[in-house]
T-cell receptor, first 114, second 112 residues
């Protein structure tokens, strides 16, 4: 059973650029969630995908967008990067079967915007 | 508006003693609560959870207590070990496929 893998592990971008972060879900999981963890804060929910459809979104602007693919891997895209977007971005996958489920997190992508 | 609050940013405990980490929540719809542990350069890893129909759940050295009327939960670690030194996050869910809401975390340092 493979875990959740995220790529890249670290990234430096310039303000105004665009970035794509990638996540491979744990085998058998059908839901992926993305979180942003700023320094000294807890993970903040960005959005969640279930069977390739967005089914929940946190308080993030539209320049944060995502995709979930048929193999349940996922991408997080951020346009027009701002300095405050510098954070650890965490992907978590889970299997929703109608009851509560547990999340498995990846190690994250550390994004620095300069 | 923080729905899950961990009011102690840090806690220092001697090895072998009890560590008690606290968490408060405001959303009455939350019915499932979890604790995650996070080491630097790693993602959070699941530690223990509790459903709102219970008031205690135990797993080895870790016990979570839930007081629904006070909207408060706590994680007890007995005995504490140096390897327990990490950041601990409390998280809550309203069930179904709703996302987890996290607190800001408490950094636990267990001193040998």
């Amino acid at each position: 059973e493979t875990g959740v893998t995220q790529s890249p592990t670290h990234l430096i971008k310039t303000r105004g650029q665009q970035v794509t972060l990638r996540c491979s879900s744990q085998s058998g999981h059908n839901t992926v969630s993305w979180y942003q963890q700023a320094l000294g804060q807890g993970p903040q929910f960005i959005f969640q995908y279930y069977r390739e459809e967005e089914n929940g979104r946190g308080n993030f602007p539209p320049r944060f967008s995502g995709l979930q693919f048929p193999n349940y891997s996922s991408e997080l895209n951020v346009n027009a990067l701002e300095l405050d977007d510098s954070a650890l971005y965490l992907c978590a996958s889970s299997l929703f079967t109608g009851d509560y489920y547990g999340y498995t997190f990846g190690s994250g992508t550390r994004l620095t915007v300069v | 508006d923080q729905q899950v609050k961990q009011n102690s940013p840090s806690l220092s405990v001697q090895e072998g003693r009890i560590s008690i980490l606290n968490c408060d929540y405001t959303n009455s719809m939350f019915d499932y609560f979890l604790w995650y542990k996070k080491y630097p350069a790693e993602g959070p890893t699941f530690l223990i959870s509790i459903s709102s129909i219970k008031d205690k759940n135990e797993d080895g050295r870790f016990t979570v207590f839930l007081n629904k009327s006070a909207k408060h939960l706590s994680l007890h670690i007995v005995p504490s070990q140096p390897g327990d030194s990490a950041v601990y996050f409390c998280a809550a869910s309203a069930g179904g496929n709703t996302p987890l809401v996290f607190g800001k975390g408490t950094r636990l340092s267990v001193i040998a």
